[in-house]
């Protein structure tokens, strides 16, 4: 299931706005975008590109949510397990929802304790020019290396 990228990747750093638009959005499409998050008032920002896109064809779906870029690869030995028919059971507990998907989601991969999976790295979309991953930790694991440790692999 390769899902197209989305019509317009908005992110926000501690160095700037990355703001990105599938290649086939018209030129007048991604000038009415740029002028809408060019006003003062950042509350207003994201209704108003909301706006453009519903008046243009709408938008299919929508994501808002931290994303990550690790700057440091690491090279280590890492402890991830890809996820496999013998040991996918592992997912049950925390990541049911990814089963359903597993054969549109690898390679997928986990960090387990007493087997049960508390972060996965997975394909969230794939295609001949670029991939990204998909990531999530379980909340009472957050905050202590485990994105790191599964993302390495």
């Excluded at 700057?71 to 996820?83: F, G, H």
């Excluded at 997912?91 to 996965?120: D, Q, W």
């Excluded at 001949?128 to 957050?142: F, I, P, Q």
Aim: charged letters at 20%; proline letters at 4%.
């Amino acid at each position: 299931m390769n899902q197209p990228a989305p019509q317009l990747f908005w992110g926000q750093t501690n160095t700037g706005r990355v703001i990105r638009f599938r290649s086939d959005v018209p030129n007048n499409l991604v000038r009415d975008i740029i002028q809408t998050m060019d006003i003062n008032d950042p509350s207003k920002q994201l209704a108003n590109v909301i706006n453009v896109l519903e008046k243009d064809k709408g938008i299919s779906g929508f994501w808002i949510g931290p994303a990550y870029v690790f700057n440091k690869i690491v090279t280590e030995y890492t402890d991830a397990t890809l996820v496999t028919e013998d040991n996918k059971f592992c997912l049950e507990h925390g990541f049911s929802s990814l089963l359903s998907e597993l054969k549109f989601r690898e390679p997928c991969y986990m960090v387990t304790e007493n087997n049960i999976a508390v972060s996965v790295c997975f394909s969230a979309r794939n295609s001949d020019k670029a991939s990204e991953a998909g990531m999530t930790t379980l909340e009472d694991y957050r905050g202590k290396g485990y994105a790191a440790r599964v993302s390495s692999s």
